[in-house]
């Protein structure tokens, strides 16, 4: 069974600083995903990897993916408010596109 | 890209009824899939809608309690059956476009009593 463990749960930043959240899997997968979600909100789509050593900036957000690892992660330069939200991993289900999603990281970022 | 969009957008329901919520998509997809949020929770694969054919469900999810319909390529319902409290939930449809990036609906916000 593909297991996918985010870490932190709970995240709560300055303003200004920097922080990684981590996320494993367990199996083999062809992709790995990251999705923002505010409250109330569906899903955006943030990121997309598909090889390892794969590096996708946008703006304040990098992620990365280590596919020997079995190791994303998920770096935040400079936070600012408005990054604040819930982030989500998600790992394909055996080649299937069907995903499976860690259990997500609530981002505060305060003044 | 593709929008997504699903109906209702959140309902509340009586213990034994059932609700069937229609996603649309507005460009073709090659797969569709369905997915329960519980509150505070991550996201559960319900099952793969399947175009013209029975649905794939996951472990703990069968077709008597979600039935799951795909007549084309940009439609889907999911309907949730004789609904008790440990349904409410956030139901949400998503599409595979391309190969790799698959985009979500709003999410229907469903209250059972």
């Known amino acids: 069974e593909l297991k996918v463990e985010q870490n932190p749960l709970f995240l709560s930043m300055q303003e200004g600083k920097n922080y990684t959240i981590y996320c494993n899997y367990s199996?083999?997968?062809?992709?790995l995903y990251w999705y923002r979600q505010d409250p109330g909100k569906s899903l955006e789509s943030l990121f997309v990897?598909?090889?390892?050593?794969a590096v996708k900036q946008e703006g304040r957000l990098m992620a990365s993916l280590d596919t020997k690892a079995r190791l994303s992660t998920l770096h935040i330069t400079a936070a600012v408010h408005d990054l604040s939200a819930t982030y989500f991993c998600?790992?394909?289900?055996?080649?299937?596109?069907?995903?499976?999603f860690g259990k997500g990281t609530s981002l505060l970022v305060t003044p | 890209s593709a929008v997504i969009s699903q109906k209702p957008s959140r309902d509340i329901c009586q213990r034994g009824t059932s609700l069937t919520i229609q996603c649309q998509v507005d460009?073709?997809?090659?797969?569709m899939f369905w997915y329960r949020q519980q509150p505070g929770q991550s996201l559960t694969l319900i099952a793969t809608a399947n175009q013209g054919s029975e649905a794939t469900y996951e472990s703990g999810f069968v077709i008597d309690k979600f039935p799951i319909s795909r007549p084309n390529l940009t439609f889907s319902t999911l309907t949730v059956s004789n609904m008790s409290p440990e349904d409410s939930s956030i139901y949400l449809c998503s599409g595979l476009a391309g190969r790799n990036t698959q985009y979500f609906g709003p999410g229907t916000r469903l209250t059972v009593l």
């Open positions: 990897l598909l090889s390892n050593g």
């Open positions: 199996t083999t997968s062809d992709r």
């Open positions: 998600a790992v394909d289900i055996n080649s299937g596109y069907a995903l499976n």
């Open positions: 460009s073709q997809v090659t797969m």
